[in-house]
T-cell receptor, first 115, second 111 residues
Framework: DVKVTQSSRYLVKRTGEKVFLECVQD?????MFWYRQDPGLGLRLIYF???????EKGDIPEGYSVSREKKERFSLILESASTNQTSMYLC??????????????FGPGTRLTVL | GENVEQHPSTLSVQEGDSAVIKCTYS??????FPWYKQELGKGPQLIID?????GEKKDQRIAVTLNKTAKHFSLHITETQPEDSAVYFC??????????FGKGTMLLVSP
């Protein structure tokens, strides 16, 4: 089974802090994604990566950056956390798509609270 | 870009009833339509998907239908059970690009 793990289930940070959310997948997937989930807004894509050291902006990249130094690890960085970044953050991974599948496998999420 | 609308936002049914969740999409080039189920405290998990060259797909109690002309697709769950209670998301994509998700439907199945 594909396993996507996220470094923390719950995180509380102060406004202005630099925050790192880590995600690791164990299935040698090419693609990795970061979403935020808010009530009534569904899943919104922040950033994704289709290869090591490659990154692409999603729909809501403002205030975030990402890092992918190794294939299995994708980090989301909040350079200066703000209260409006309080949310559930979900990491996902998928095959490149050459195998004919776009299935995304999600981690359990990190609930971030910024005070 | 693609826009996916999902209805209803909440759905309550009695155990054994059927449930239907509907989604519409805006980009006629979209050709992949998955449905994800998110149980409490977990990440979403793919339950069924359909591609644009197929009109209907079924897997036991769940089925998805696609109407390309009207640009809408639906999830049908028959003989609902309490364990079907969850949030369901539809999504759409073009080729192997990123997914655009609907806002979700909270399904509650009462015993």
């Amino acid at each position: 089974d594909v396993k996507v793990t996220q470094s923390s289930r719950y995180l509380v940070k102060r406004t202005g802090e630099k925050v790192f959310l880590e995600c690791v997948q164990d299935m040698d997937h090419e693609n990795m994604f970061w979403y935020r989930q808010d009530p009534g807004l569904g899943l919104r894509l922040i950033y994704f990566s289709y290869d090591v050291k490659m990154k692409e902006k999603g729909d809501i990249p403002e205030g975030y950056s990402v890092s992918r130094e190794k294939k299995e690890r994708f980090s989301l960085i909040l350079e200066s956390a703000s209260t409006n970044q309080t949310s559930m953050y979900l990491c996902a991974s998928s095959l490149l798509g050459l195998a004919g599948t776009d299935t995304q496998y999600f981690g359990p999420g990190t609930r971030l609270t910024v005070l | 870009g693609e826009n996916v609308e999902q209805h209803p936002s909440t759905l309550s049914v009695q155990e054994g009833d059927s449930a239907v969740i509907k989604c519409t999409y805006s980009d006629s080039a979209s050709n992949y339509f998955p449905w994800y189920k998110q149980e409490l405290g977990k990440g979403p998990q793919l339950i069924i998907d359909i591609r644009s060259n197929v009109g209907e797909k079924k897997d036991q109690r769940i089925a998805v239908t696609l109407n390309k002309t009207a640009k809408h697709f639906s999830l049908h769950i028959t003989e609902t059970q309490p364990e079907d209670s969850a949030v369901y998301f539809c999504a759409a994509s073009i080729g192997y690009s990123t997914l655009t998700f609907g806002k979700g439907t909270m399904l509650l199945v009462s015993p």
